[in-house]
């Protein structure tokens, strides 16, 4: 190269890297005005704040009477709303519908639907999360859909469709026996709706598989069927032995990733905590000795109660009577374990329940059977934020989190029912929804 190029090449260099300095100066800045501030982490609301966002992330928070707001910055008045973090729900299924029995229940979603229009359900699903204020999910498999919701995610992730953040499990895993399509001919080799493995390799092996294809969680269902008992007990039909979860979670933990699983009571439930899953899904009948253990290894209790009490079978079937006990275990497991201090997470099993029910109802469920609103509201912001791993990005209105924010009118830890109707939903920094309240 000649001199002249050199100095025009360093000339192109400089102009460029100028540009690239200047370029977060070029971000769009917000300023949100907000009544109320309930930022996810804080035992206490503020009144009157000020948020700056620039690009997809928040940049200050500050009191409104000493706020500086930058020159050239959209200002958005919710000044007589309610804030907080975009909400997070641990548990659910993108693609499940709520299945109507009338029309083939869960069996059709697998026999019958095509994969395309099971994606476009879900991306449907995802949508109504987000309208209601949900900017991250949780959601823990996809019901013999494959792996249809890493490429949901990164739709959602690459701009082609509105959606939460997605944190997702793929398959799932249980055992023969463990899960449906189910009362076929025994001459029918039925699909499953999770990964079927028997013994500790086929175990590691799905595991590794999912983890491979995409997986933020794995998923195992360490409980199946359950009736009652000759003594009026639940019992809960065990899948996994410990040995085959530990080759799952031990695979798992290698990913530096971590293990949700499906656990109703019993020896199912106690299998799961010793072969050292992360979190417990809905945990209807937790004993003693599992609140204990949770305590001492950490881990969390993702409750979904709302879920069980859609859709019971008539009271007088076998059927309505275990539907009933799951509901009356469930209250003294969920007061219980709340006043032992365990670490309880929001979670509804949406999918399980239609997606056209509100999402927050599960908070109303939390603050009945005994959960300060305060709680309940952190345990959909910050503390999920922390078991998925994402401390300060989400489930805080907070600088340097993910500017992930909503709005309700009225005040949520007077009434919890308001968080059932979010009127303004900002994910990443940009407006999804505005109905100023
Ligand atoms: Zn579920």
């Given at each position: 190269?000649?001199?002249?190029?050199?100095?025009?090449?360093?000339?192109?260099?400089?102009?460029?890297?100028?540009?690239?300095?200047?370029?977060?100066?070029?971000?769009?800045?917000?300023?949100?005005?907000?009544?109320?501030?309930?930022?996810?982490?804080?035992?206490?609301?503020?009144?009157?704040?000020?948020?700056?966002?620039?690009?997809?992330?928040?940049?200050?928070?500050?009191?409104?009477?000493?706020?500086?707001?930058?020159?050239?910055?959209?200002?958005?008045?919710?000044?007589?709303?309610?804030?907080?973090?975009?909400?997070?729900?641990?548990?659910?299924?993108?693609?499940?519908?709520?299945?109507?029995?009338?029309?083939?229940?869960?069996?059709?979603?697998?026999?019958?639907?095509?994969?395309?229009?099971?994606?476009?359900?879900?991306?449907?699903?995802?949508?109504?999360?987000?309208?209601?204020?949900?900017?991250?999910?949780?959601?823990?498999?996809?019901?013999?859909?494959?792996y249809?919701?890493v490429?949901?995610?990164?739709?959602?992730?690459?701009?082609?469709?509105?959606?939460?953040?997605?944190?997702v499990a793929t398959r799932?895993?249980?055992?023969?026996?463990?899960?449906?399509?189910?009362?076929?001919?025994?001459?029918?080799?039925?699909?499953?709706?999770?990964?079927?493995?028997?013994?500790?390799?086929?175990?590691?092996?799905?595991a590794?598989?999912q983890l491979d294809h995409g997986a933020d969680w794995i998923k195992?269902?360490?409980?199946?069927?359950?009736?009652?008992?000759?003594?009026?007990?639940?019992?809960?039909?065990?899948?996994?032995?410990?040995?085959?979860?530990?080759?799952?979670?031990?695979?798992t933990?290698?990913?530096?990733r971590?293990?949700?699983?499906?656990?109703?009571?019993?020896?199912?439930?106690?299998?799961?905590?010793?072969?050292?899953?992360?979190?417990?899904?809905?945990?209807?009948?937790?004993?003693?000795?599992?609140?204990?253990?949770?305590?001492?290894?950490?881990?969390?209790?993702?409750?979904?109660?709302?879920?069980?009490?859609?859709?019971?079978?008539?009271?007088?079937?076998?059927?309505?009577?275990?539907?009933?006990?799951?509901?009356?275990?469930?209250?003294?497991?969920?007061?219980?374990?709340?006043?032992?201090?365990?670490?309880?997470?929001?979670?509804?099993?949406?999918?399980?329940?239609?997606?056209?029910?509100?999402?927050?109802?599960?908070?109303?469920?939390?603050?009945?059977?005994?959960?300060?609103?305060?709680?309940?509201?952190?345990?959909?912001?910050?503390?999920?934020?922390?078991?998925?791993?994402?401390?300060?990005?989400?489930?805080?209105?907070?600088?340097?989190?993910?500017?992930?924010?909503?709005?309700?009118?009225?005040?949520?830890?007077?009434?919890?029912?308001?968080?059932?109707?979010?009127?303004?939903?900002?994910?990443?920094?940009?407006?999804?929804?505005?109905?100023?309240?």
């Open positions: 190269m000649k001199r002249f190029e050199w100095i025009l090449f360093l000339a192109l260099c400089l102009t460029a890297a100028a540009q690239t300095t200047s370029l977060p100066n070029q971000q769009p800045v917000i300023a949100i005005r907000a009544g109320i501030l309930i930022d996810g982490e804080s035992d206490k609301a503020r009144q009157a704040q000020v948020i700056i966002v620039r690009g997809n992330r928040i940049e200050s928070v500050s009191d409104a009477a000493t706020a500086k707001i930058p020159a050239g910055a959209t200002v958005i008045d919710l000044s007589k709303a309610t804030l907080l973090p975009g909400l997070i729900d641990s548990h659910t299924h993108i693609f499940l519908q709520g299945e109507d029995p009338a029309q083939g229940g869960y069996d059709a979603n697998i026999l019958n639907a095509p994969l395309a229009l099971r994606a476009a359900r879900a991306t449907v699903s995802a949508r109504r999360a987000l309208e209601q204020g949900f900017t991250t999910l949780r959601d823990v498999e996809t019901e013999g859909a494959g249809g919701d490429g949901i995610k990164q739709a959602i992730e690459r701009g082609y469709i509105p959606g939460p953040r997605l944190f799932a895993i249980s055992t023969t026996g463990g899960y449906p399509l189910e009362g076929y001919a025994p001459e029918l080799d039925m699909p499953k709706g999770a990964q079927i493995v028997d013994g500790p390799v086929e175990a590691r092996k799905a590794r598989e195992v269902y360490m409980t199946h069927r359950s009736w009652v008992g000759k003594n009026g007990e639940l019992v809960s039909q065990p899948t996994l032995t410990v040995d085959e979860l530990r080759a799952i979670v031990d695979e933990h290698g990913w530096g971590k293990v949700a699983c499906h656990a109703y009571g019993g020896i199912g439930l106690h299998r799961a905590l010793d072969g050292g899953c992360d979190s417990i899904e809905h945990g209807l009948d937790l004993d003693d000795a599992a609140i204990s253990q949770m305590l001492k290894q950490g881990t969390w209790y993702v409750p979904t109660i709302s879920v069980y009490y859609t859709d019971w079978a008539a009271a007088d079937s076998p059927a309505g009577q275990r539907d009933r006990l799951r509901a009356a275990l469930h209250e003294p497991s969920f007061k219980k374990a709340l006043k032992a201090g365990v670490r309880i997470v929001f979670g509804t099993d949406m999918g399980g329940i239609p997606w056209t029910e509100p999402i927050a109802q599960e908070f109303s469920r939390m603050v009945e059977l005994g959960m300060q609103p305060m709680d309940a509201i952190q345990s959909a912001t910050s503390r999920a934020a922390t078991m998925l791993e994402m401390d300060g990005k989400i489930g805080v209105v907070a600088p340097g989190a993910f500017a992930d924010i909503v709005a309700v009118s009225g005040d949520p830890l007077h009434d919890i029912k308001v968080l059932e109707n979010v009127q303004f939903v900002m994910k990443d920094g940009k407006v999804f929804k505005s109905e100023k309240p």
